[in-house]
């Protein structure tokens, strides 16, 4: 059996656990600007570069994932959230993000590895901090600082050196803008093709307000229209705000993909300084309504969560059945803004 059959087998069975939040625990280390730089000869400040400590702290790495493997989790990500040239231009670090990419899914495919238990990599790849669908300049609304096949090329350094690292899955997460999706997408495809194999995808959109949307402007259904022709192994929604402002959108999303549901809420809102205070047990109880209303495969933490909140979620999540999986139906699916659908 493949990987994705072995992973829907055991979804058909149970809820799915995802790791949480290593943004959250790579602050509480409170590390020092040459901590994160560890003699590297890089000219800017690579002080919250969280994906270069793959290379400069791996001890570090290793323990938080670690304590996530250690919280009963299923699903391991990698450390890479911001690991493409784009991003890392920020930093003045793009000729490293092949290494950072093969050490973070090193590190977390030792971590998965490490006792025995069946546990699987997903190489995460976020969404860039530019967007192809708007404008940075509002005096030029058709300007782009970066066109289709740029970001597509970005993507598809970062999934070959994620899949030489040693990763099950690619996770393109937290989702703002559509088609830097389809950008990831297509990288993630063409790589499949070049490696003659099979490369599952899993995909997980964010809002970007309580009506439903991304910054593009997609609903969440409009959202599965755009994607789903890539057959992804997982369809989802992450970050965004806590469990409960999440609910009414994953459940249209449930409502209509015909693939398994991941998703993974924030601890909910922060504070004014910018930090979670939502308890594990208060983040486990909502998700705990998700899973009573069948709207999910796989469950975990996105920003502020830590393993004590996948401890607490995993403990809701034990026993309890998966979202049943619709069938496909026989009709067009097609996206704007919203989705139009016409019917056989």
């Not at 003659?196 to 995909?203: A, D, H, N, T, Y």
């Amino acid at each position: 059996m493949t990987q994705s059959q072995v992973f829907r087998s055991e979804a058909t069975r149970r809820i799915l656990i995802k790791d949480g939040a290593y943004g959250t625990l790579i602050q509480a280390e409170k590390l020092s600007p040459e901590a994160y730089c560890a003699g590297m000869d890089l000219l800017k400040d690579q002080k919250g570069n969280n994906d270069l400590l793959n290379l400069t702290q791996p001890d570090v790495i290793r323990s938080i994932c670690g304590r996530f493997a250690d919280s009963g989790v299923d699903v391991l990500a990698t450390n890479t959230f911001n690991a493409n040239r784009i991003s890392q231009a920020d930093y003045g670090a793009e000729a490293l993000v092949g290494e950072i990419n093969r050490a973070a899914a090193r590190i977390t495919r030792e971590v998965a590895d490490r006792d025995g238990k069946t546990r699987w990599v997903a190489g995460a790849l976020g969404p860039t901090n530019k967007t192809l669908s708007l404008s940075p300049d509002v005096n030029d609304p058709a300007f782009r600082e970066v066109d289709f096949d740029t970001v597509k090329q970005v993507y598809r350094e970062q999934v070959d050196a994620l899949v030489e690292g040693g990763v099950d899955f690619i996770l393109v997460e937290t989702v703002f803008d559509t088609l830097n999706a389809k950008a990831a997408v297509m990288a993630v495809l063409e790589a499949e093709q070049a490696l003659g194999r099979e490369l599952p995808l899993m995909v997980s959109m964010t809002l970007t307000d309580l009506s439903g949307r991304n910054l593009s402007g997609h609903t969440v259904e409009a959202f599965w229209a755009s994607i789903r022709h890539a057959r992804p192994l997982t369809i989802g929604l992450n970050c965004s705000f806590g469990a409960a402002q999440l609910r009414p959108h994953l459940s249209a999303l449930a409502g209509v993909a015909d693939a398994l549901v991941m998703a993974y809420p924030n601890a909910g809102l922060p504070n004014e300084l910018g930090e979670y205070d939502e308890a594990a047990e208060e983040t486990a109880a909502q998700v705990g309504e998700w899973i009573r209303d069948g709207l999910v495969n796989v469950v975990g933490g996105c920003c502020g969560t830590t393993p004590a909140h996948i401890a607490a979620i995993a403990r809701i999540a034990a026993g309890k059945p998966p979202r049943t999986v619709p069938q496909p139906r026989r009709q067009t699916l097609l996206a704007g803004l919203e989705p139009m659908v016409i019917a056989a």
